[in-house]
Antibody, heavy 119, light 107 residues
Framework: QVQLQESGPGLVKPSETLSLTCTVS????????WSWIRQPPGKGLEWIGY???????NYNPSLKSRVTISVDTSKNQFSLKLNSVTAADTAVYFC?????????????WGQGTLVTVSS | EIVMTQSPATLSLSPGEGATLSCRAS??????LAWYQQKPGQAPRLLIY???TRATGIPARFSGSGSGTEFTLTISSLQSEDFAVYYC?????????FGQGTKLEIK
């Protein structure tokens, strides 16, 4: 059973960089596509992007200019960086895994971590 | 990007009743459609993928149907634990997009 756990600061100042890490346990990082998905408070889900263990990535065009997703296979972790954040980036950020295709469906999810953008 | 539209926004039903949730895609997504259940404070849970295949451990009262642009999630006899928000998601085209959700509430 794959388990994912997000970690990182819960508060980020406007214009700074949001950085989160997802730690994977119970499964091989080479067996899935790894994604970040976010959910603003009280709103729906937005797929941010994915990475494969080889390092190949794809990002949502709406965020592409500000997003970097990387993987560290030695630590069984993958990470998200979102720069130049504004209040609109306040959301619960989930990491998720897909065994079928890069864009989904998402079999496994982390519990989510709330990131608030505020000075 | 493909826009996913779910209806109704809210569905009020009683335990034991059946529920039908709809999802429409702005263009064909073939059968690359998933359904998720989300309860307050929790991550979404995969229910259905490939439009009609139940994910591991999902009860048989959940079923999915459709292809192309029109999809349906049916819950045959609602249990108390089924009251939640349901999202559809297409993964046929980049980026994968979600519907806005249907809230299934107790009447």
């Amino acid at each position: 059973q794959v388990q994912l756990q997000e970690s990182g600061p819960g508060l980020v100042k406007p214009s700074e960089t949001l950085s989160l890490t997802c730690t994977v346990s119970g499964g091989s990082i080479s067996s899935y596509y790894w994604s970040w998905i976010r959910q603003p408070p009280g709103k729906g889900l937005e797929w941010i992007g994915y990475i494969y263990y080889s390092g190949s990535t794809n990002y949502n065009p709406s965020l592409k200019s500000r997003v970097t997703i990387s993987v560290d296979t030695s630590k069984n972790q993958f990470s998200l960086k979102l720069n130049s954040v504004t209040a609109a980036d306040t959301a619960v950020y989930f990491c998720a895994a897909s065994s079928i295709a890069a864009a989904g469906p998402f079999d496994y999810w982390g519990q989510g971590t709330l990131v608030t953008v505020s000075s | 990007e493909i826009v996913m539209t779910q209806s109704p926004a809210t569905l009020s039903l009683s335990p034991g009743e059946g529920a039908t949730l709809s999802c429409r895609a702005s263009q064909s997504v073939s059968s690359n459609l998933a359904w998720y259940q989300q309860k307050p404070g929790q991550a979404p849970r995969l229910l259905i993928y490939g439009a009609s295949t139940r994910a591991t451990g999902i009860p048989a009262r959940f079923s999915g149907s459709g292809s192309g642009t029109e999809f349906t999630l049916t819950i045959s006899s609602l249990q108390s634990e089924d009251f939640a928000v349901y999202y559809c998601q297409q993964y046929n085209n980049w980026p994968g997009t979600f519907g806005q959700g249907t809230k299934l509430e107790i009447k």
